[in-house]
């Protein structure tokens, strides 16, 4: 197992594609807070199965007192690199030393951004059918294909004044939405679960199943949730995790398992764990915890792909470890068979 301080002064949020050519790129948060400053989506680009990394183009840049932070990301059928973002308005200065305790404003609407040549540029085209009742969504996890050339992605709603009063109708929801022309635009959107929740990971099984793991509003756990009709419909698959562990990723291996992998944060235990199925999540292994942040108080959000060597590569943001004492993305790379 090698582990790498891959990007540093960024908090990151990464998510991890895999290019048709091996290359690996990470769409990010650019700078070292919690959103609270104004700031851009950035692609970084590894040749080297994610040893290292070079900043490559900007999918979503931010206007004054604006960032773009939230993101979902993954590849159109013909290739092509596509990017949903969000962020929000009423933030900080990026130089503006009251950013570690400053506060965002407003959800911004997403963009759909593109990107032709495995990351270095991008072009901004489409959007997002928003919810009835709902007024912006954040994107998040990996945009995944029905293998007929249809795509998915899944974002979240948000509102203070929901969470407040309780009121959850279609506000604090997961919902999943589909892409019937290369990933321009997106439409249909559909509620993966009846429960306030928000960061979902989604994974394509085959045969237009789905997995989804929805991290919960109130004790911030994961929920799954399963579809056979590529996302029109969802059914509850359990808890697979315990509160305090929260987001999740899920990949499905060459060799046919699903691996769970997730931030955890309690005490005494922080870092990143990792489960595996063999029955496309009906049942799962013992967790397994993958990476110790030891000193970290902010980190997690694990993304993970795997190289046709069967390398796992998993990227993760941490505020602090002891051999590195500020914000930053990690690396992990290691074979399935080192932990299950």
Known sequence: MERFIAIDNVCAWPNL?????GA?????????NHGVTEGDVECWISGDEGRTWARGGVPSGHLPKQNRMNVAAGLATDGSLVVLSSGWDDVSPANDPARVSGQRGNILPARVSRSSDGGLSWTIEGGIELPEGTEAVIPFGDIVSSGDGTLGSACYSFSRDAARTGRDAVLNRSWFFRSYDQGKSWVNPRPIAPIKGNETAIVALGDSRLLAAV??????????????????????RGAVSLPGQIPAHLLKLLDGRILLTYGARNNGHYGVDARISDDNGASWSKPVFLVDFITATDGGYPSCVQTSDGTLVLAYYANRVPQHQRYHMGVVRFRIDELF
């Open 24 to 32: 690996i790129t990470a769409v990010i948060f650019g700078k070292p």
């Open 215 to 236: 991290r919960t509003w109130e004790s911030e756990h994961l929920e799954l949730f399963g579809s056979d009709d590529f996302g029109d419909s969802w059914s509850p």
């Open 17 to 21: 594609t895999l290019l048709q050519n």
